[in-house]
């Protein structure tokens, strides 16, 4: 299965770095999706002058806003072709989009939650690939929050990741004091923890709309500061080897 998806990926995105996690979501999923209870993850890696720029003007450039939407679409485009291929093979499965591109209409759930009806953060911490960090982003255990995530749920078993227990941001508060919107607290994470106990993500989202349309996009909702700032990604890119910032 791994080898299967891992050539689709590459199909799509040729030798550009990526992550790739298998989860075990019992009792996790509800609603629609409830006995889907398999999840696999997908994330490829932002480019890195892209993401500095962000660091260098405190704010999200017109560029990494473009960036931030093609790879939304590759993940997209990636996500439905292991979903053709899983059904192909008999099992049920659903694509879950790397991101919500429209505001779903008034009276929707999602504007009191500012979540999906499923996060991808939860998949790719249970398939092990990372931690979620101190202003919620998802931290990948090799390119920090440099990356966009997109989920397949599935019923077809596949050979799951080692849930991560623990967020490994100790003391660091690069992020929460690189916040324009003062969303964070500090609090570390743990799995279970309510989003809304550390992060603010109307502050944020307020914040991320005005930052767009600074970058000449009204109507978008992108920021990536406190990833620019994140020591993970940039430990990562400039170590020798993948383990060095450990």
């Known amino acids: 299965m791994r080898q299967q998806i891992e050539r689709i990926i590459r199909d799509h995105i040729g030798d550009r770095d990526f992550l790739l996690g298998f989860s075990d979501l019992y009792n996790i999923v509800d609603g629609e999706y409830s006995d889907l209870i398999y999840g696999i993850t997908v994330g490829i890696r932002l480019d890195d002058e892209i993401v500095d720029e962000i660091g260098t003007i405190d704010g999200p450039t017109l560029r990494y806003i473009q960036h931030y939407r093609a790879v939304n679409w590759s993940l997209d485009q990636i996500t439905g072709a292991i979903v053709q291929t899983l059904r192909a ?49 998802f931290v990948s255990d090799r390119f920090g929050p440099r990356v966009r995530l997109a989920t397949v749920l599935t019923d077809c078993p596949v050979e799951v990741g080692t849930p991560c227990e623990m967020s490994l941001c100790g003391d660091c508060l690069c992020c929460v004091e690189a916040c324009p919107a003062q969303a964070a607290d500090g609090m570390e994470w743990f799995p279970g923890l309510e989003r809304e106990m550390f992060f603010d993500a109307h502050r944020c989202r307020k914040k991320c709309r005005q930052l767009s349309g600074d970058a000449g996009e009204e109507g978008a909702t992108v920021c990536g500061i406190c990833m620019a700032a994140c020591p993970v990604g940039v430990e990562f ?7 060095d910032w450990f």
Do not use: V
């Open 237 to 243: 890119r400039t170590s020798e080897t993948e383990d």
């Open 89 to 137: 093979g008999g099992a049920r499965a659903e694509a879950i989009p790397a991101t919500l591109e429209e505001d779903p209409p008034p009276g929707d759930p999602y504007h009191q939650t500012l979540s999906a009806s499923f996060p991808h953060k939860t998949a790719a911490t249970r398939s092990g690939l990372g931690w979620i960090g101190k202003t919620a982003l």
